[in-house]
């Protein structure tokens, strides 16, 4: 335990370091990268130690401010979720450097922000109660909000900065309903003296809402997702990628960690999560298929990715419910693999953006084109990480989606009715969302990185620092190495993150999933070998009379014109047809019905229908509610004092009334 | 060792399939048609070129035809043939096989992306969108297959697919061919869903999304995708012709007469259906999708 608190001190003094190191333009960048670096390594010795020793760490720390005593606690859960931050944190660091080095703006509090975010998110992982996860969850936000501002000349900037802050705000508020109303009941803010024995099944269900809304806010579950695609483009890249894949993560991890393990309404919430996590994740996939710009379309998918989650955990919960823990075991290892595996391709696809933003200053989608012959580091990782992201093998993405899989199929050889729904929900559902995936990233890295650019003038390419580039690199090693140490960790961690989740699966089951997942690993890495090797034999050998200095072809168009490229509205057109209920896009534009040709707009407006017809009226009503209430507020002083002494005086009569 | 000589089998005679279907659409239009053997002078012909590259392309178009001809090859490896046993097998292998598709399709399309042309690019984006489609479709099938046989590996599932189960199922089953069928015609962009004849505008799928690769580049590609369709045509066979063999001989004589008669029935829809209108093909495909589920339904019901 005390690992662990070194580590928070390391990175919280790296962080303070840096604000301080002046006007000095390397130190501030090397603190944060030096204690990040130093900090994770902790923390995986930690990880590790839990995970191999089967320890658990447990440490009571009295804060003199607090009344009650500050309680760390580290099982599998807080170990496992903590790996995604460690490995993020020391490689944003890294990637920021260069990132933030054409600025011309000083960094010293970016850093400190930066190193106080990746603290926050790490004592949150392991925080034993409820004060402490509310003060690291406000830490957080309060981090990530001043993150968002860097750019505070922009006024998207500032406008996605105040949605996040509200949004986050709001799912405190519910959360701190949800925790008083747990600790009044037991009478200690511990976590492991909350239970909801006792309490009906109605009252565990609007606990259960409570927190939904609460976490599903952070975690973006639909329609609470609304604040995260403003948000996340709006940082810095290497702070989009820590949101994306940690910050994310922390709503899950309140989720899993109060609602996964059984409780008396386990069915409904299992039911809830797996068609919530289709809606969200249909909902984001197909919002990003509509999008312009790239964060966007990342931050989208975000949701989507979360909502693969959801689906997995819900289909274990209902597998565990119906007495089938296999199928339960294949789903929840593959939606904690998720979280991990996301964490790694998401980071590196927000780097690959950032580099855009850096080497083109731009991110338009339909502006871009041929970056991978400029800058090929980025091109190629950013491929391998849509690669990883479609689920494609041999990469990371591809490992969790199997497991994901196997557990539907596994479910439909015993099936009931209910079973078959949620067996056809899973499969269908995911295999829908698997092809929009390929669809939305196919579609990004091809038409920014391949072709011909789409402006009229090529743009200027500035080239990249050696950090973005090696941070780059690193994370694209572990996309494949994550998939290839899956058995590994599956064997090391699965046993003790299942019990955690009220599953005691037999060993010899978890052995056969490691096993079946060696051989899926050694079966997609010959493929890799393969491809290799043929194609380096083909290029050394078989080359002879190649030629590679010739026009596209084109079915002899004769003046071709760069302009005249397939663009990214025209790629998702189709399928964005198929799915217009869902109101991605609006286009405005009146059919010309004059006989000769007269002048005519068309716009095309990308907007969130969960926020038009879900969010925003409710929000708008309230405003409407609360109007007159600002009579009250008049900026005049006496009267000020007035209500102070009103109010003095009424807890005066109440106190005296009382007694 | 005996599944290992069906998969070279089938290998070898993938170029054939193409062939069939042509020389019977060419019967139908009255014409005498390519040699059945076609695609083989072609693949022989092209491998003796020399390939070509827009300078606009990166090392996606060079390592494309690679992976999708070396991604397919191992496909086989998943499938089971005649003997109705797989090279290689394990649970849940439909998902990897699925998952290799997938791959094959990743690159295809962003190499037609890669050529920078407005050709290229309309037919990857419907590639894309189809390929989309057709992966719902293609697992709800998968899933009454599971739930009638109660297997979880494609040599288990269509060792399960006995004559007996076609009696105590017999619609289920149908559906699930039709389903499959359909799949296969939008996977290997065929008639109703593409003409695989023209790179034309109006019908520009496949066929356009390669149009710019030369040499044995496109040998690698056409066989790759003479291929994906033999692969595809090999799960319906197996499906449909139930019976298990003592001799290996006859099981092979079996399966490629079924191969040869699928080309022919996929030869005679494209003589005597038009095209569908873009618009038609994603209601098609849901609705595939919708003939696996009813099946399921059915025998869920049955239960």
Sequence with gaps: MDLFIYAIVIIVTGGFLSSLSGRNAILPSVFAIGSNLFGAILVFILVFRHFAADQSFAGNYDLFLLSGP??????????????????????????????????????????????????????????GNAILFLISWEFMTVAAFMLTLHDDRLSSSKNAAWLFFAASHLSTGFLFLFFAFLASKSGSFDFNSFSYTGLGSRSVLILFLLSLTGFGTKAGFFP????????????????????????????????????????????????????????????????????????????????????????ALGAGMLAREWQMPTVSAFAFIGALLHVLNHA?????????????????????????????????????????????????????????????????????????????????????????????????????????????????????????????????????LFCLGAALAS????????????????????????????????????????????????????????????R????????????????????????????????????????????????????????????????????SPPIRWLDRLLLPLRALQHGRLHSYIAYLAITLLALLIWKVGLS | MKNMIFMLFVLLLAPIMPGIINKVKAFFAGKKGLPVMQLYFDIFRLLRKKSNYSKTTTWLTRIAPHSVFAATVFLCLLIPFAGKESVVSFNADFILAVYLLALVRFFLIM??????????????????????????????????????????????????????LWLQYP????????????????????????????????TMIHEVM????????????????????????????????????????????????????LAVVIGVIESTFARLRLIQIPKVLLGSGALGIIALVIMLSGK
């Design chain 1, 70 to 127: 500050v309680t760390f606690r580290i099982d599998s859960l807080s170990a496992f979720f903590m790996i995604p931050c460690a490995i993020l944190a020391p490689i944003g660091a890294l990637f920021g450097r260069g990132y933030l080095s054409h600025s011309k703006e000083r960094t010293n509090n970016h850093w400190f922000f930066y190193n106080l975010l990746v603290a926050s998110m790490l004592s949150l992982f392991v925080a």
């Design chain 2, 210 to 261: 390669i149009l710019d690769y030369s040499g044995k580049d496109l040998a690698m590609l056409e066989y790759s995708a003479a291929l994906k369709l033999t692969v595809f045509a090999s799960l319906l066979v197996n499906l449909l012709l139930p019976w298990q063999f003592a001799s290996s001989l006859m099981a092979a004589a079996v399966f490629t007469f079924g191969l040869l008669l």
């Design chain 1, 487 to 546: 058995p590994w960790i599956v064997s090391l961690s699965a046993e003790s993150l299942l019990s955690r989740l009220s599953l005691s699966e037999q060993a010899s089951e978890l052995d056969s999933i490691s096993r079946l997942l060696l051989k899926v690993n050694l079966f997609s890495l010959s493929l890799l070998v393969t491809v290799m090797i043929f194609y380096l034999i083909r290029k050394k050998v078989f080359s002879g009379g190649d």
């Design chain 2, 111 to 164: 190499a037609a992306i890669d050529a920078g042309s407005s050709f290229e690019g309309m037919g990857a984006s419907r590639e894309a969108f189809y390929g989309a489609l057709a992966e719902p479709a293609f697992f709800s099938g998968l899933l009454a297959l599971i739930f009638a046989t109660g297997n979880l590996g494609f040599s288990d599932v269509f060792n399960g697919v006995t004559p007996s």
């Design chain 1, 224 to 311: 609470f997702h609304v604040w995260l695609p403003e948000a996340h483009p709006a940082a810095p890249s290497h702070v989009s990628a820590l949101m994306s894949g940690v910050m994310i993560k922390t709503g899950i991890y309140g989720l899993v960690r109060f609602w996964v393990p059984t409780s008396s309404v386990s069915e409904m919430i299992g039911w809830i999560f797996l068609v919530g996590g289709l809606i969200s994740g249909l909902f984001a996939i197909i919002n990003a298929l509509a999008c312009d710009e790239i964060k966007k379309v990342l931050a989208y998918s975000s949701v989507e990715n979360a909502g693969i989650i959801f689906m």
């Design chain 1, 548 to 615: 590679s200095d010739l026009p596209t072809w084109d079915c002899g168009f004769a003046k071709p014109d760069n302009r005249m490229q397939y663009s990214a509205s025209s790629f998702s057109r189709p399928a964005l047809e198929l799915f217009s209920g869902v109101k991605a896009q609006e286009v405005k534009f009146s059919e010309i019905k004059a006989y000769y040709p007269v002048k005519e707009r068309l716009k095309v407006e990308q907007g969130d229908g969960a926020m038009k017809y879900i969010i």
């Design chain 1, 344 to 476: 790694i391709f998401k980071g590196l696809l927000f780097m690959g953006a950032g580099s855009l933003l850096f080497a083109c200053d731009t991110g338009k989608l339909d502006r871009l084109g041929g970056l991978m012959k400029r800058i090929p580091v980025a091109g190629t990782c950013f491929v391998i990480a849509s690669m990883a992201i479609s689920a494609l093998p041999p990469f990371n993405g591809f490992i969790s989606e199997f497991l994901i899989f196997s557990a539907g199929l596994r479910s439909i050889v015993s099936a009931s009715q209910s079973v078959a729904f949620m067996s056809v929900i899973l499969l269908c559902g995911l295999a829908l969302i698997g092809g929009l995936v390929l669809i939305c990233f196919t579609r990004i890295a091809g038409l920014v990185f391949l072709g011909e650019t789409r402006s009229r003038e090529v743009p200027e390419v500035v080239a990249l620092p050696a950090g973005m580039k090696w941070s780059m690199i690193i994370l694209a």
């Design chain 2, 171 to 202: 619609a289920p089953l149908a559906l699930v061919v039709c389903c499959w069928f359909i799949v296969l015609l939008v996977e290997n962009s065929r008639i109703p869903f593409d003409d695989p004849n023209t790179h034309l505008e109006l």
